[in-house]
């Protein structure tokens, strides 16, 4: 697990499109998967309670963390290579490509709204932004997880 953090750190540090990971097994690929969608996932809801008043806002902590899930949700789609299926991932992912690239990809966009929205320091903002970014995790874990 550590080790998977630390290349999730490392592809931060150098540009996830530059450090696209390898993975020695089709079990490390999931573990990292999971890894990153989890830490993803931490960030995102520190936001979405704040969003749902369910947290107290803090501007600080809102733009941080949804800047780290807009870095992180850059990079799980690259560990579901071919031969990778497993874990909650649905089949569906392997024979729909485009599909499942089209769902993270709006995910990707919808995140880095919300970081953008962070950074204004604006509770509204946030708040406008953090459905259309929910809603986009619901709709790839609808169609592609189990
Ligand atoms: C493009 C598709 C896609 C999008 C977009 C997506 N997810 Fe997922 N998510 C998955 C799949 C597939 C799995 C199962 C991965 C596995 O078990 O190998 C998963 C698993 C997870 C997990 C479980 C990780 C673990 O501990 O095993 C969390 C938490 C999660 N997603 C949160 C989110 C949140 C929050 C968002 C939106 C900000 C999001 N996901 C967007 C496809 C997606």
């Not at 696209?20 to 490390?28: E, G, N």
């Amino acid at each position: 697990m550590r080790s998977l953090l630390a290349a999730a750190a490392l592809a931060l540090l150098a540009g996830s499109a530059l450090a696209q990971p390898t993975f020695a097994t089709p079990q490390d690929a999931i573990k990292y998967r999971q890894a990153t969608l989890k830490e993803m996932q931490q960030n995102f809801k520190r936001v979405a309670d704040m969003a749902g008043g369910r947290a107290e806002f803090d501007a600080k902590t809102a733009e941080a963390s949804a800047a780290r899930a807009a870095e992180l949700i850059k990079l799980p789609w690259a560990a579901f290579g071919p031969g990778t299926e497993g874990g909650k991932a649905s089949p569906a992912i392997w024979k729909e490509q485009d599909k499942f690239k089209a769902a993270a990809a709006k995910a990707e966009a919808e995140v880095g709204k919300l970081a953008v929205a962070a950074k204004t320091g604006s509770l509204d903002a946030i708040k406008a932004a953090i459905g259309p970014a929910g809603a986009s995790c619901k709709a790839c874990h609808d169609a592609f997880r189990e």
